[in-house]
């Protein structure tokens, strides 16, 4: 077909996708789904929440396939995309296994005096910088010649263990805060010298992870003493650097609320003046699947609940109402490196769906409670050498992106204002938060505005993997520019047949050990691309209108360039 024969077509049909992952005749009906857009109720920005990503395993960053990943990261929106990994303090000499790393950071001589050696922190950082990616700075482990109780220190965790069986020696506060503060300080200060103030000033700061559970062996009040030491230690090096807390796990309830209330009004142990600055607020929120009748539920419930509850917690506090709010880990559940049935979602469209349908939620569940949200950070990277598609939650698995990293793609060509966008098949966000997908599916879209772009990010979830019915979907698109004649339609989509590495893996038979050509064709299957070659459509009145089938836990993104 010619150019201008194709673009006849695409006029006279607007715009009908070829169906993606259901072949006709093969599933249930399609039912019909419409959604309006108003390109002209413009709102407000639309921030880019989903920028910021870590993983348990420091030292995978500078790997081969941890660079790769952090170049795909980078490119999302170079120079604005964060990583926050544990175990950059811990002890240890840089070998990586599942849920551990180290530094070598701190040690001590003989006499007792400090050893400090960045090499190997120096290297995780270079491996951000170089490739677009920022510091999110976690200030820990505890080093073993500073803990109260070294011993035992490294574990040896499987997925197969107990998960208590990590903490050990890393966890437990220091022997002396004045020498926790001293190691804090002179990190911070090496970190000006090596990148610059400016460099320095743009990253985030805090103390720990999760010290309101077992990553944390010490009290509440010691907590506070190192934080503030922490703290302290950093503005001490660097006046304006950006520092915050406390990480919580599951929003932290009465533990967070005493921690913020410290920090307001509490006495600082460390320069003993009131309060302890706070330039974010953090904490963590996670998801519950199961498996139910043999396949896997997810838990979007559960995940949304505890984000809303904190939200409310941080705006019970009128000093923290304009605070930045980072979900220092916002994922479907708790544990990237554990394997078993419930964690079959990795892989494939429940994964991506899910984070589709669940970046919104979080977004407007900020804006009803009065909150400045930031951040969610997505607690996932890959696990190096590991088998290919081994069922941890990761972005990539050998080098070959997994589909949900294509969502964050998506994200990343939303820019502008956000414009109003609602479907006849969205389930309302309290029927979200207090109940999840469990009935009829949400089929949703959100839309954003940015000059002449107009992007629109339309979902089709459900919480349960099971077969369903493809979304025959009207967008009816309206408030465009009157001067626009037509629009060059851009359309990516992620589902079984697109975006898809796992189920391109599969269908070559799951090979332990694919070949260089195998491995290729992974890498390309992988990619967000078109469903289909970018066409004109017409604009009429400023006004259009689109077609297409979604598949159950398919994610489309619409881009259209206006055009005069």
Known sequence: MTAKAASIALLALLVLPARAGVEPGDGPEAFPVAIAVDAARVGAPLPPIWRFFGADEPNYAYMKDGRKLLGELGRLRPGSVYFRAHNLLTSGDGTPALKWGSTGAYREDADGRPIYDWTIVDRIFDAYLERGVKPYVQIGFMPKEMSVKPEPYQHRWTPRAKYDEIYTGWAYPPKDYEKWGELVYQWAKHCVDKYGRAEVESWYWEAWNEPNIGYWRGTPEEFYKLNDHAVAAVRRALPTARVGGPEAAGGGGRWTHDFLEHCLRGTNAATGKVGTPLDFVSFHAKGAPSVVDGHVRMGISAHLKTMD???????????????????????????????????????????????????PRKLELAERAGVNLEGALTWAFE????????????????????????????????????????????????????AGVRGAPDVAARAAIDGDRLAI??????????????????????????GAASALLHHYRVDRRHGNSFEAWKRMGSPERPTAEQVAELELASRLAPLESPGRVRVEGGALKLRLSLPLHGVSLLRLELGR
């Open 309 to 359: 509850q904190a939200f409310r917690l941080v705006a019970s506090f009128p000093e923290l109402r304009k605070t930045p709010i980072i979900i220092g880990e916002s994922d479907p559940e708790g544990c990237a490196a554990c394997q078993g049935p419930q964690f079959g979602y990795r892989n494939g469209t429940m994964y991506s769906s899910y984070t589709a349908a669940s970046f």
């Open 383 to 434: 696990f190096e050498d590991q088998p290919f598609f081994a069922g941890f939650r990761a972005l990539a698995t050998n080098g070959i992106d997994l589909p949900v990293l294509n969502i964050f793609r998506m994200f990343s060509l939303m820019d502008g204002r956000r414009v109003a966008a609602e479907s006849s098949a969205e389930v309302r966000l309290d029927d979200v938060v207090a």
């Open 457 to 482: 990010l339309v979902w089709h979830y459900h919480d349960d993997d099971v077969p369903g019915p493809e979304a025959d979907i009207t967008v009816d698109v309206r408030g465009l520019p009157q």
